[in-house]
């Protein structure tokens, strides 16, 4: 059975601090996706990267980069110079790579920005 | 804008009550999948159509039944509400030819009184 783990529940940082959310997941697949959504306080789910399992090259989009690190099964996302709109609760999920199949989420982490 | 669109976006109604939530997934879509998000139970996976064939079912109860139409729109129904049941329900579609990841509607936020 597939399975996300994201250990934090809450996390509280300072405005300009960086802060990494951490992910671990379970499967028995070879092959599979990993994902990255954001909730903010207005409630809707935001796509923010899919890494397939054949890709362990980290990331980087503007302040937000992934680490992919398939022998430890972890896929952690750092924002690098946090804003107050970062403030979300953020989920990691897990598919397997056909793409049509349903997603397994974590139970999220509430990252909280403070001015 | 993701392009999935939900409607309502709010429903309140009360025990014993039957609601139907709808979803009209992104252009060229074929796959839709429907979650609740619940404070205890976080996102849990519900149900998921292909191309208007049932193609998983997850933690749904009996009491909840779907089904997607030949213009792939799909429709959640709920009866014999509970208490229980407010959640928010989300609706998502992949499964184009581009095969892009699953992109979420804004949600049904059902509150049950």
């Known amino acids: 059975a597939q399975k996300v783990t994201q250990a934090q529940t809450e996390i509280s940082v300072v405005e300009k601090e960086d802060v990494t959310l951490d992910c671990v997941y379970e499967?028995?697949?070879?092959?599979?996706?990993l994902f990255w959504y954001k909730q903010p306080p207005s409630g809707e789910l935001v796509f923010l990267i899919r890494?397939?399992?054949?890709?362990?090259q980290n990331e980087i989009s503007g302040r937000y980069s992934w680490n992919f690190q398939k022998s430890t099964s972890s896929f952690n996302f750092t924002i690098t110079a946090s804003q107050v709109v970062d403030s979300a609760v953020y989920f990691c999920?897990?598919?397997?790579?056909?793409?049509?199949?349903?997603?397994?989420f974590g139970k999220g982490t509430r990252l909280s920005v403070i001015a | 804008d993701s392009g999935v669109t939900q409607t309502p976006k709010h429903l309140i109604t009360a025990t014993g009550q039957r609601v139907t939530l709808r979803c009209s997934p992104r252009?060229?879509?074929?796959?839709v999948y429907w979650y609740q998000q619940s404070l205890d139970q976080g996102l849990q996976f519900l149900i998921q159509?292909?191309?208007?064939?049932?193609?998983a079912k997850g933690n749904i109860l009996e009491r909840f039944s779907a089904q997607q139409f030949p213009d792939l729109h799909s429709e959640l129904n709920l009866s014999s509400l509970e208490l229980g049941d407010s959640a928010l329900y989300f609706c998502?579609?992949?499964?184009?030819?581009?095969?892009?990841?699953?992109?979420f509607g804004d949600g049904t936020r059902l509150s049950i009184l």
């Open positions: 998502a579609s992949s499964g184009g030819q581009s095969n892009q990841p699953q992109h």
């Open positions: 499967t028995r697949d070879t092959t599979y996706y």
């Open positions: 890494r397939n399992s054949f890709d362990e």
């Open positions: 999920a897990l598919s397997d790579l056909s793409g049509n199949t349903p997603l397994v």
């Open positions: 252009s060229g879509d074929l796959s």
């Open positions: 159509y292909y191309n208007g064939e049932e193609r």
